[in-house]
């Protein structure tokens, strides 16, 4: 059974840093690509960013949004995908899920963790 | 950046119904377009990828179809499970971005 599981959500002030993991079992993880998706609270989806496999050379993409705050990486070795979350503004509030895809699609969904940015 | 836009953003439908959600892409996407479902309070599942391949798993009353800029997903006969929200995401290019959503209620 596939499965991902988020850890590392909570309240943090503006402006700290929070670092997210998603640890994933029941499929090969270091052929998929390994995104991250994010939804504030009663809107809808947005993308964040994903990291290639190292098939693909292992390169990272980010949203606008968040490009040079957060850094996305992954350890093969123990299945694990990083979000990392620098400089946050109370519009990174939001559920946080993490995704593994091995065409071009988020095919597999963890369960989400939630980051509030509050003061 | 490519904008994807939904139609209806609402629908309110009964068991049985046959219901049909439209996804436009402000440019071409190719057939690299796929659907999502999301039940309140969980996490969004993979319904239809390349436009109109169903994934493994998923019932058979799904469809989807189009390419280009215009696209659909089809419920053949709808089921009490299927209320929810429903989210087209292109990946022809980053950023991916998803639809609006599409929220199936029922009548």
């Known amino acids: 059974e596939v499965q991902l599981v988020e850890s590392g959500g909570g309240l943090v002030q503006p402006g700290r840093s929070l670092r997210l993991s998603c640890t994933a079992s029941?499929?090969?993880?270091?052929?998929?690509?390994m995104s991250w998706v994010r939804q504030a609270p009663g809107k809808g989806l947005e993308w964040v960013g994903f990291?290639?496999?190292?098939?693909?050379?292992?390169?990272?993409e980010y949203a606008a949004s968040v490009k040079g705050r957060f850094t996305i990486s992954r350890d093969d070795s123990k299945s694990i995908a990083y979000l990392q979350m620098n400089s946050l503004k109370t519009e990174d509030t939001a559920v946080y899920y993490c995704t593994g895809g091995y065409g071009d699609s988020f095919d597999y969904w963890g369960q989400g963790t939630l980051v509030t940015v509050s003061s | 950046d490519i904008q994807m836009t939904q139609s209806p953003s609402s629908l309110s439908a009964s068991v049985g119904d046959r219901v049909t959600i439209t996804c436009r892409a402000s440019?071409?996407?190719?057939?690299?377009l796929n659907w999502y479902q999301q039940k309140p309070g969980k996490a969004p599942k993979l319904l239809i990828y390349a436009a109109s391949s169903l994934q493994s798993g998923v019932p058979s009353r799904f469809s989807g179809s189009g390419s280009g800029t215009d696209f659909t997903l089809t419920i053949s006969s709808l089921q009490p499970e299927d209320f929810a929200t429903y989210y087209c995401?292109?990946?022809?290019?980053?950023?991916?971005?998803f639809g609006p959503g599409t929220k199936v209620d029922i009548k």
């Open positions: 990291i290639r496999s190292k098939a693909y050379g292992g390169t990272t």
């Open positions: 029941g499929f090969t993880f270091g052929d998929y690509a």
């Open positions: 440019q071409s996407i190719s057939s690299y």
């Open positions: 995401q292109q990946s022809y290019s980053t950023p991916c971005t």
